[in-house]
């Protein structure tokens, strides 16, 4: 497992809502210095319920409210800045958090927060677990 995926996993049990990872195209839009708006265009590295982290190459400081705009839907959630990483490269990891909670936003099914592994819902057929013939099926 990557870092980043053992990151995310380890991190799961103590959060709002389920995180997963997927890059899905957004659309960063704030104010400027000039007040003017300024965009750039990005991808998520993982998403929740609550909001995402993305790569920013924009210099923002935590608190900072900002707009998301999904670029496959072109939906838009305001959001604030909730973490900036210290990294001192070109873009830096992001963690942007909806100012309302929006599962709907990612147009993914998020699982419920009491879903496990060991759940009778997960124990459905799987690519990798095919599912029970009926007994008629295994006479032939």
């Given at each position: 497992m990557d870092p980043l995926s053992l990151q995310v996993a380890e991190k799961n049990s103590q959060r709002r809502s389920q995180r997963v990872l997927l890059g899905i195209p957004v659309v960063v839009v704030m104010s400027g210095a000039d007040k003017?708006?300024?965009?750039e265009e990005t991808r998520t590295l993982v998403v929740n319920a609550h909001g995402a982290l993305i790569l920013l190459g924009l210099k923002v400081s935590i608190g900072q409210l900002l707009t998301l705009r999904n670029s496959i839907t072109k939906e838009e959630q305001a959001c604030r800045v909730a973490y900036v990483s210290p990294q001192s490269s070109d873009k830096k990891e992001t963690g942007i958090e909806f100012m309302k909670p929006a599962p709907m936003f990612w147009r993914v099914a998020f699982p419920p927060p009491d879903w496990t592994p060991r759940s009778e819902?997960?124990?459905g057929p799987t690519p990798l677990r095919p599912a029970a013939k009926p007994d008629a099926q295994q006479k032939k």
């Open positions: 003017k708006p300024v965009s819902d997960a124990k």
